[in-house]
């Protein structure tokens, strides 16, 4: 089974700034890597596919990078509405796994 | 719009059984393949099982394999997950999501409840 392992566990930012959410995958995933966001009693929601790509609807702010082990998700410009937490989740190998989380949290 | 409805969740006996339905519309369902995705009250996301568009391979986590079944009806729209011998840690919502196969989970239902308890 592949273990991502996203760090920091809780990331504290105020609005306007910058934030990095790293995933680390246990083996090679090449770029099967996308991450979710979400929000206090609410499903979980795409952002980010094939470890680069935005989906649907998804603020330019939003954008993945890497490739193999190591990924990042970047939100250029905190908005308000952006504090939540954050998941990867890989589909390179059965079964398919999350990591365990980022909560970004309003500093 | 995509909609995924899930319904059949609630409190059941150790021991027990209960059956979730997904409820899809707004994409050709007998296209995707399906996944259920659980999360434990205050904790992360777990994928369960998915079942390929037709012929029915499906997919299962160690957790729950020989104890849950993934199943589909194409002419209705409508995944389903049986559950059986049904423990403590089963608890949690359980959410049906397209995709998991070729393409990442989008979009997600609103997530069904099932609590595990004496």
């Known amino acids: 089974e592949i273990v991502l392992t996203q760090s920091p566990a809780t990331l504290s930012l105020s609005p306007g700034e910058r934030a990095t959410l790293s995933c680390r995958a246990s083996?090679?995933?090449?770029?099967?890597l996308a991450w979710y966001q979400q929000k206090p009693g609410q499903a979980p929601r795409l952002l980010i596919y094939?470890?680069?790509n935005r989906a649907t609807g998804i603020p330019a702010r939003f954008s993945g990078s890497g490739s193999g082990t190591d990924f990042t998700l970047t939100i250029s410009s905190l908005e308000p509405e952006d504090f939540a937490v954050y998941y990867c989740?890989?589909?390179?190998?059965?079964?398919?796994?999350f990591g365990q989380g980022t909560k970004l949290e309003i500093k | 719009e995509v909609q995924l409805l899930e319904s059949g969740g609630g409190v059941v006996q150790p021991g027990g059984s209960l059956r979730l339905s997904c409820a899809a519309s707004?994409?050709?369902?007998?296209?995707?393949?399906m996944s259920w995705v659980r999360q434990a009250p205050g904790k992360g996301l777990e994928w369960v099982s998915g079942?390929?568009?037709?012929?029915?391979?499906?997919y299962y986590a160690d957790s729950v394999k020989g104890r849950f079944t993934i199943s589909r009806d194409n002419s209705k729209n409508t995944l389903f997950l049986e559950m059986n011998s049904l423990r403590a840690e089963d608890t949690a919502v359980y959410y049906c999501?397209?995709?998991?196969?070729?393409?990442?989970?989008?979009?997600w239902g609103q997530g069904t409840l099932v609590t595990v308890s004496s």
């Open positions: 999501t397209k995709g998991g196969y070729n393409y990442d989970f989008d979009p």
């Open positions: 079942i390929r568009a037709t012929a029915g391979t499906t």
């Open positions: 989740q890989q589909r390179s190998n059965w079964p398919r796994t």
């Open positions: 083996q090679s995933i090449s770029s099967y």
């Open positions: 094939g470890s680069f």
């Open positions: 707004g994409f050709i369902f007998r296209d995707y393949f």
